[in-house]
């Protein structure tokens, strides 16, 4: 990609502000494009004002917690030399619980604008999946849109977007055909010069397909879908930010199979802001709203006026992201305690070698 000035990047005066006279002098913005296992690629201009890639080690954080790690999508200050110096605060930022048994956070993109929500017309699609995204989305205040790709090879897409507007009558839909440009023009108004948007949805729907055609070109990797399952393979294998022609950040989660939630509760309350507000008027302040007398939740399904299953996907999210908050901290304790007992031993140690 070809930059000729940070504003090409997603550089605002949020992070402008940020900045002292000073430090404008002595110190040059640079932006996360890509996180590898030892490298952090970023995009900037030197002191010339010509565009530079640069390409850091990982190892100048390699004491700092998860958080404390650049993401992609952050912008770095890095001295005349260039070398790092600080993470500029985030204006919003998406992160996970890590997948496997670990617990820990892992950052998937910072300084996004809007996500779209990638869903496909067919097996894939999951109102409870798309109420996951909403919520983590919230939780950093970024603005939604879900985009239906497929719709080409749909007989009848109404259900689908049925299903979303039910449930969501505020959401905005895009329904698209992934493969060809056109149909993505729709989606052309939240990629503006100087935002930056970001790809979420399972492998297969067409977050790289989409990428490539609005970037009029073929170098994201795409992967025929298996018939069978309409899960696609996983082709690409890392994050990138992409800089579309006409200004404008797209960025690809690649064969993300599912984003566990991890300090989200304020985020999931928004996405079920409906159910909240229910909430404190249940006769209980600490109602399950499962069985209790008087629990205005309930007697909303009763109604008919709002569905059972969005009452259990609140519940669901809720306790999922309670449970990995409570291994992480506890991960965090052991940690803690672990430290302790070195620095312990090792005093002993010491006092022993000095009698000695
Ligand atoms: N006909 C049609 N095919 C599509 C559409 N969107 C995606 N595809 C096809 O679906 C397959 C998978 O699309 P990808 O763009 O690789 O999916 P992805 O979401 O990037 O998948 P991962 O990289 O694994 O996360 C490719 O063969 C695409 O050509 C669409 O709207 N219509
Ligand atoms: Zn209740």
């Given at each position: 990609?070809?930059?000729?000035?940070?504003?090409?990047?997603?550089?605002?005066?949020?992070?402008?502000?940020?900045?002292?006279?000073?430090?404008?002098?002595?110190q040059?913005?640079?932006?996360?494009?890509a996180?590898?296992?030892?490298?952090?690629?970023?995009?900037?201009?030197?002191?010339?004002?010509?565009?530079?890639?640069?390409?850091?080690?990982?190892?100048?954080?390699?004491?700092?917690?998860p958080?404390?790690?650049?993401?992609i999508?952050?912008?770095?200050l890095?001295?005349?030399?260039?070398?790092?110096?600080?993470?500029?605060?985030r204006?919003s930022?998406?992160?996970?619980?890590?997948?496997?048994r670990?617990?820990?956070?892992?950052?998937?993109?910072?300084?996004?604008?809007t996500?779209?929500?990638?869903?496909?017309?067919?097996?894939?699609?999951s109102?409870?999946?798309?109420?996951?995204?909403?919520?983590?989305a919230?939780e950093?205040n970024?603005?939604?849109?879900?985009?239906?790709?497929?719709?080409?090879?749909?007989?009848?897409?109404?259900?689908?977007?049925?299903?979303?507007?039910?449930?969501?009558?505020?959401?905005?839909?895009?329904?698209?055909?992934?493969?060809?440009?056109?149909?993505?023009?729709?989606?052309?108004?939240?990629?503006?010069?100087?935002?930056?948007?970001?790809?979420?949805?399972?492998?297969?729907?067409?977050?790289?397909?989409?990428?490539?055609?609005?970037?009029?070109?073929?170098?994201?990797?795409t992967?025929?879908?298996?018939?069978?399952?309409?899960?696609?393979?996983h082709?690409?294998?890392?994050?990138?930010?992409?800089?579309?022609?006409?200004?404008?950040?797209?960025?690809?989660?690649p064969?993300?199979?599912?984003?566990?939630?991890?300090?989200?509760?304020?985020?999931?309350?928004?996405?079920?802001s409906?159910?909240?507000?229910?909430?404190?008027?249940?006769?209980?302040?600490?109602?399950?709203?499962?069985?209790?007398?008087?629990?205005?939740?309930?007697?909303?399904?009763?109604?008919?006026?709002?569905?059972?299953?969005?009452l259990?996907?609140?519940?669901?999210?809720?306790?999922?992201?309670?449970?990995?908050?409570?291994?992480?901290?506890?991960?965090?304790?052991?940690?803690?305690?672990?430290?302790?007992?070195?620095?312990?031993?090792?005093?002993?140690?010491?006092?022993?070698?000095?009698?000695e």
């Open positions: 990609m070809q930059i000729h000035n940070l504003v090409d990047l997603g550089w605002s005066h949020y992070f402008q502000s940020q900045l002292d006279l000073k430090s404008l002098e002595s040059l913005p640079f932006r996360v494009v996180v590898q296992r030892n490298l952090i690629e970023c995009v900037g201009l030197d002191s010339e004002n010509q565009q530079k890639n640069l390409q850091l080690s990982t190892y100048y954080w390699r004491d700092e917690p958080e404390g790690r650049p993401a999508g952050d912008w770095l890095v001295d005349l030399d260039f070398q790092p110096l600080r993470i500029l605060e204006k930022l998406i992160k996970r619980r890590s997948a496997g670990e617990s820990s956070v892992q950052l998937i993109a910072s300084n996004i604008d996500v779209f929500i990638v869903t496909s017309c067919n097996d894939e699609f109102i409870n999946r798309i109420e996951r995204y909403l919520s983590i919230a950093s970024i603005h939604c849109v879900v985009v239906l790709t497929k719709i080409d090879l749909c007989s009848d897409t109404r259900p689908y977007f049925e299903a979303i507007s039910h449930d969501h009558p505020n959401l905005q839909v895009e329904m698209v055909n992934a493969t060809d440009a056109p149909s993505l023009c729709a989606l052309k108004k939240w990629i503006e010069p100087g935002q930056t948007v970001a790809l979420l949805g399972s492998s297969g729907v067409g977050k790289s397909t989409i990428i490539n055609s609005l970037k009029g070109n073929q170098d994201q990797t992967a025929a879908v298996r018939e069978s399952d309409s899960k696609g393979r082709t690409t294998t890392s994050r990138s930010l992409h800089c579309l022609p006409g200004g404008g950040l797209l960025l690809d989660n064969g993300m199979r599912e984003l566990q939630m991890i300090d989200t509760e304020e985020g999931i309350k928004t996405a079920f409906d159910i909240d507000s229910l909430a404190k008027k249940c006769r209980y302040k600490n109602c399950r709203h499962t069985t209790e007398p008087g629990c205005a939740v309930i007697e909303q399904i009763k109604a008919g006026r709002l569905e059972q299953r969005r259990d996907n609140y519940h669901k999210l809720l306790s999922e992201q309670i449970r990995n908050n409570e291994s992480l901290a506890e991960r965090r304790y052991n940690d803690r305690a672990l430290g302790r007992f070195y620095k312990n031993a090792l005093k002993s140690s010491r006092r022993f070698k000095s009698r």
